[in-house]
């Protein structure tokens, strides 16, 4: 396979991913960023 048609699965593969997500993305992230911090044995929620 040559890398034009590289390029254009991982194009493809990342618009398949932005389609996926679903309208509350930015805060699932943020929430599972945060889970993890704490597991870490951070707390940073009040």
């Known amino acids: 396979m040559c890398?034009?048609?590289d390029n254009q699965?991982?194009?493809t593969e990342d618009q398949n991913m932005k389609?996926?997500?679903s309208e509350t993305w930015?805060?699932?992230a943020q929430d599972?960023?945060?889970n993890f911090?704490?597991?870490?044995?951070i707390y940073?929620?009040?």
Do not use: T, Y
């Open 9 to 11: 699965e991982n194009l």
């Open 19 to 21: 389609a996926a997500l």
């Open 26 to 28: 930015s805060q699932d």
């Open 44 to 46: 940073i929620r009040q």
């Open 32 to 34: 599972e960023l945060e």
């Open 37 to 41: 911090i704490e597991q870490q044995g």
């Open 3 to 5: 890398r034009a048609e």
